[in-house]
């Protein structure tokens, strides 16, 4: 008698593992000072190899979500503690460590740091521009223009836009910070985006903002910046707050 073949599992992958542990952190499965399993015995209730297992907590440890501790093992750190990293996952599973009903001030918080932190880096920009060196900045907002219907595309070639802009001034600082959050800025706008459209105005205030800059008006590109992003930050709210 030939007995049947027992089922495999497939294995879980590396990011599978750490989108599985991000997300019992995140939520508050494991609250903050919380302990993790022992090693063996998460691997085994993730159905993960040991490796597998520690790369990921490797990666969690990076994000500032957890802890080795001598005599306590694994354990979870307090939220005060994240890096920017966990936003998108924070921001997906719905605030779920504030109040109820959080997740619309959460939005606008991204949308006025993302807002303070824009404005200050042209005034940051405008002294060190001169006609033709925002060539690139220009080219790259076209691109993101022409590809407003497919989202993905325009989100890289507007990221692009600001690293082209921080080159030409040559902001090395600023830009290396923001190559540092490429896959945060960019989950955060497909998230974000989906909310809403390309803006209408998009190539006109950008336009209007470079013009600013190739004058040295820090005051005129600022002006022209929070103008685009004050309307276009009240149009993804609206449109969040129909679906909410």
Not at 37 to 62: V, W, Y
Not at 90 to 108: E, F, M, Q, V, W
Not at 164 to 188: D, H, I, K, T
Not at 192 to 216: C, M
Request: hydrophobic letters at 50%.
């Amino acid at each position: 008698m030939t007995l049947p073949a027992a089922k495999s599992h497939p294995t879980p992958s590396l990011a599978n593992v750490f989108d599985v542990l991000l997300a019992d952190i995140v939520s508050g499965r494991y609250p903050s000072g919380a302990r993790l399993p022992a090693e063996r015995d998460l691997a085994q209730l993730l159905g993960a190899s040991r490796p597998t297992l520690r790369e990921a907590l490797r990666r969690l440890g990076e994000w500032g979500l957890i802890a080795a501790r001598r005599g306590s093992g694994v354990v979870v750190r307090d939220i005060a503690d994240w890096s920017i990293d966990v936003l998108p996952a924070y921001l997906r599973l719905g605030a779920p460590l504030d109040p109820p009903g959080s997740l619309p001030t959460l939005i606008k918080d991204i949308l006025d740091v993302r807002r303070m932190v824009l404005i200050d880096l042209l005034r940051l920009v405008a002294p060190r521009t001169n006609p033709g060196s925002l060539a690139g900045a220009r080219a790259a907002a076209g691109r993101a223009w022409a590809a407003r219907g497919n989202l993905a595309e325009f989100q890289r070639a507007d990221l692009d836009m600001l690293r082209q802009l921080l080159l030409s001034a040559r902001l090395l600082p600023a830009l290396w910070m923001l190559n540092g959050l490429v896959r945060v800025y960019l989950e955060l706008a497909r998230t974000v985006g989906t909310l809403g459209s390309v803006p209408d105005d998009y190539l006109d205030a950008y336009d209007a903002i470079f013009a600013a800059l190739e004058r040295h008006d820090a005051d005129g590109a600022c002006e022209a910046m929070t103008r685009y992003l004050e309307h276009h930050d009240r149009r993804l709210l609206a449109a969040f707050g129909a679906l909410s």
